[in-house]
């Protein structure tokens, strides 16, 4: 069964406005961590933004927030003010459990355009 | 510092040849990644080494052979290659390996590799 699901295989805003990215999980485990990575066309995975299954609060990273709604195992990625530089692939990938191996598991992806 | 340097960005080798891939962290980091990563797919881990000794092996075909020499050093060494084989090879490190799920991996920029 998929763990991890982005439901939207390619999206596009227009600069300076804001965007959501979708993220979908499933875990039994009450112990789990997950992250945002943006993959832009030269292959780096840059880490963008880490929310914690215990975490009271969204996480925030100055133009990334993560709507985390643990009910819903959803933690959507929200862009604000989008930058020609923010078109790039975007994983969803998400840890399970303490003590464990960090093993990353990643949904497909979503590829966003920033149109001028 | 968050950066993960690997060497070389590219390589093309033909199904005989012998090269190595090299990644290098100074971030004091005792967990070391490689990953796959097919055109338009989420990476795939390959091996995880922990204070220098191999922990994971997702089940990688021999003619891919990673090597530790120190704690700031992964190779990955490449003998007998596919075409299948060719893909964008991530390297990625975190603090620990067997920790909490807030261990963020890092990740460097990637070597594409082509098999003729």
């Known amino acids: 069964a998929q763990k991890i699901t982005q439901t939207q295989p390619g999206m596009f805003v227009q600069e300076k406005e804001a965007v959501t990215l979708d993220c979908t999980y499933d875990?039994?485990?009450?112990?789990?961590?997950l992250f945002w990575y943006k993959q832009p066309s030269s292959g780096e995975m840059i880490f963008l933004i880490y929310q914690g299954s215990y975490d009271q609060q969204n996480a925030t990273e100055g133009r990334y927030s993560l709507n985390f709604q643990k009910a819903r195992k959803s933690a959507n990625l929200v862009i604000s003010a989008s930058q020609l530089g923010d078109s790039a692939m975007y994983f969803c990938?998400?840890?399970?459990?303490?003590?464990?191996?960090?093993?990353?598991?990643f949904g497909a992806g979503t590829r966003l355009a920033v149109h001028p | 510092d968050t950066e993960v340097t690997q060497t070389p960005k590219h390589l093309v080798m033909g199904m005989t040849n012998k090269k190595s891939l090299k990644c290098e962290q100074h971030?004091?980091?005792?967990?070391m990644y490689w990953y796959k990563q097919k055109a338009k797919k989420p990476p795939e881990l390959m091996f995880v080494y922990s204070y220098e000794k191999l922990s994971i092996n997702e089940s990688v075909p021999s003619r891919f052979s990673p090597e530790c020499p120190n704690s700031s050093l992964l190779n990955l060494h490449l003998h007998a290659l596919q075409p299948e084989d060719s893909a964008l090879y991530l390297c990625?490190?975190?603090?620990?390996?067997?920790?909490?799920?807030?261990?963020?991996?890092?990740f460097g920029p990637g070597t594409r590799l082509t098999v003729l």
């Open positions: 971030m004091g980091h005792r967990a």
């Open positions: 990938a998400m840890r399970e459990g303490r003590g464990g191996y960090n093993k990353l598991i």
């Open positions: 875990t039994s485990d009450p112990s789990y961590g």
């Open positions: 990625a490190s975190s603090p620990r390996m067997v920790s909490g799920i807030e261990d963020t991996q890092y």
